[in-house]
């Protein structure tokens, strides 16, 4: 059976909480998997519940580099704990929008490369945060072997999303793509091995989604505007993401 996979979203997140039934319903119906990331400890903790209740829901928890100030040995040992139960970890990274002093960007780097090194030793697929810091990300990664990398809501140059394809990254677009001319000459020249699509909920979008908050419903549309922008059917384009999700799943 082929399935529509949302490749990161924050199912987790309070948004969402009200209105969880009838988000899995939907998903039960339209066949979609959804992989919800964690920010911090709380979140990774709600996120692993969740996985509990639907098999549909994997589980990817870690710390976001906003939150790079919480118990990073407390994520580790839940890590440990949850290694046979997780899907991955993530969603980790970088981003300077969050770094005011030195200490800061120190302990960013240290939480991203210990959480890769447990991804690495779990052989668990990782997704990244890579916003205004994909130069550092690719650097860092050099020295990592995790199990498969994503690159969640690629925003890079086409120099930079070559050397993620060099690297044998995934990269993933959003429903921004879908009235975004630069995401979409960007997903025209990313290897079709290595695409995935994503929601990135609760984020909210302007344009055709009217600012509303990203629901997993919006996926068929990125499909859809995926397979215009590369000239396959609308079915050859859900059957190469369904390839490519379970291999960068591992499943």
Not at 8 to 23: N, R
Not at 44 to 68: D, M, R, V
Not at 73 to 87: K, L, P, V
């Given at each position: 059976?082929?399935?529509?996979?949302?490749?990161?979203?924050?199912?987790?997140?309070?948004?969402?909480?009200?209105?969880?039934?009838?988000?899995?319903?939907?998903?039960?119906?339209?066949?979609?998997?959804?992989?919800?990331?964690?920010?911090?400890?709380?979140?990774?903790?709600?996120?692993?519940?969740?996985?509990?209740?639907?098999?549909?829901?994997?589980?990817?928890?870690?710390?976001?580099?906003?939150?790079?100030?919480?118990?990073?040995?407390?994520?580790?040992?839940?890590?440990?704990?949850?290694?046979?139960?997780?899907?991955?970890?993530?969603?980790i990274g970088l981003d300077p929008t969050y770094i005011k002093c030195a200490d800061d960007a120190k302990r960013q780097k240290h939480v991203f490369e210990t959480l890769l090194s447990l991804a690495e030793k779990y052989q668990k697929p990782v997704s990244i945060h890579s916003r205004n810091s994909l130069d550092d990300i690719l650097q860092i990664m050099t020295s990592y072997n995790t199990k498969n990398a994503l690159l969640h809501w690629f925003d890079g140059s086409k120099k930079q999303l070559q050397k993620a394809m060099d690297m044998d990254f995934f990269v993933s677009y959003g429903p921004v793509m879908i009235y975004a001319n630069d995401k979409q000459t960007l997903l025209s020249n990313t290897e079709k091995s290595k695409i995935l699509v994503e929601t990135d909920g609760p984020v909210k979008f302007s344009r055709c989604f009217e600012m509303k908050p990203a629901q997993i419903t919006f996926i068929p549309s990125v499909i859809f505007s995926a397979s215009k922008i590369l000239g396959v059917s609308f079915d050859e384009m859900t059957s190469l993401l369904d390839a490519n999700s379970k291999s960068f799943l591992g499943i």
């Open positions: 059976m082929t399935w529509y996979y949302d490749a990161h979203i924050h199912l987790s997140d309070p948004f969402y909480a009200s209105e969880l039934g009838f988000i899995i319903s939907q998903m039960e119906h339209i066949k979609l998997k959804a992989c919800c990331v964690s920010t911090n400890i709380s979140d990774s903790k709600n996120t692993l519940k969740l996985a509990q209740y639907n098999k549909l829901i994997i589980p990817f928890i870690g710390i976001h580099p906003e939150n790079a100030n919480d118990a990073l040995e407390y994520m580790t040992n839940m890590i440990d704990q949850n290694h046979e139960f997780i899907g991955g970890v993530g969603e």
